[in-house]
């Protein structure tokens, strides 16, 4: 079997509901359930018995060490973490605590639990860690786009905290042997995101009649990757990555964010048009209630103060993993973004389910002083 931490999260249900799809392999959940943390990814998987879960937390070496003595994985794909940019320049601490002090100490447990290993079970065993590519910075808008070579550049606290974490896996293999792999991979959108980031957050503002905020002039370009083909490449990665090595994963999709809220607001025209079909709404927040006055969803679009710090351009060269594994994206970016919109219009209960208390406050915190 396999240990997955930050199974309920965005990527990592994605990865674990994918992984189950394809393999008969059982996948032990390790998951502290921070408010990014979601059982409901995982519902369909309730009566698996090749699904168990367990909440905890990372940084627990105790409870990992006994997971990994009961349940003796052949490897471990480490999703854990804090991974918001707001959330990190609003509050750094959890960031470190999770994506540094956590990793530490699940690096730890785990040279403890492989060091005890013998023969094949010792050569066979693996730890992916998944990164971003926030770690090498920000890119001019004619530089190449990112190698696994280039320098580590991180600007933001949450891509500082996922440079350490990288730093501290290749130390342990280098210095351990531990046989490490790590994967970094430019920003994914698909089911069961969280509307905290850019594109689920587009989508149900618009869904809910409320403005769409983007930062700054919105040209800046990020790498889109469907989440499908994140957890497609990481497995490729597990089967066949070479021991020790980086792994770039990307989508040679570059787009400014103006770009992806217009594709957003399109799609939403095409799937659920607001001419004619709803009342005029109330202006809360219950579903749907867009304003009868606003034509099309870009008519809500709303620029606001930029984020400090904010980071240019981000572009993925996926070159490596392509030749040497022969992993490449299946979805372009037009099927991805289609099925994306699709399935939160699909899921207007797990949408109304995580904006609880905590989500509102949090959207109070990040957008009040913006506007
Ligand atoms: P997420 O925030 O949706 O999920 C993180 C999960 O980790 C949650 O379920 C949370 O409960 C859990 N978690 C947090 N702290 C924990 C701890 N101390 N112990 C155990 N569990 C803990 O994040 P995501 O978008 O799914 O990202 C997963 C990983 O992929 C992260 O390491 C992130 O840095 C990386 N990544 C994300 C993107 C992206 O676009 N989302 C791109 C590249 C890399
Ligand atoms: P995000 O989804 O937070 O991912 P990351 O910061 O890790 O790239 O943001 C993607 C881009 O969208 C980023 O350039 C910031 C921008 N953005 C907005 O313009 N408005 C928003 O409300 C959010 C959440 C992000």
Redesign the pocket.
Known sequence: MILVTGGAGFIGSNFVLDWLAEHDESVVSLDKLTYAGNLENLVTLKDDERHIFVRGDIGNTELVAKLLKQYRPRAIVNFAAES???RSIHGPEDFIQTNIVGTFHLLEAVRGYWSGLAGEEKTNFRFLHVS?D?VYGSLAKDDPAFSETHRYEPNSP?SASKAASDHLVRAYHHTYGLPVLTTNCS?NYGPYHFP????P?MIVNALAGKPL????D?Q?I?DWLYVKDHCAAIRCVLEKGRVGEVYNIGGWNEKA?LDIVHTVCDLLDELRPLSGKWEVGSGKDTHPTPHSSFPTYRSLITF?AD?PG??RR?AIDARKIEHELGWKPAETFETGIRKTVQWYLDNPGWVSNVQSGAYRQWVEKN?MGRA
Not at 196 to 199: A, M, P, R, Y
Request: net charge negative; aromatic share 16%.
């Open positions: 918001h940019v707001d971003t926030e949450y920003n905290e980031k850019l594109i957050l905020p983007v930062y700054g919105g800046q990020r964010n606001v984020r904010h980071d981000y957008y």
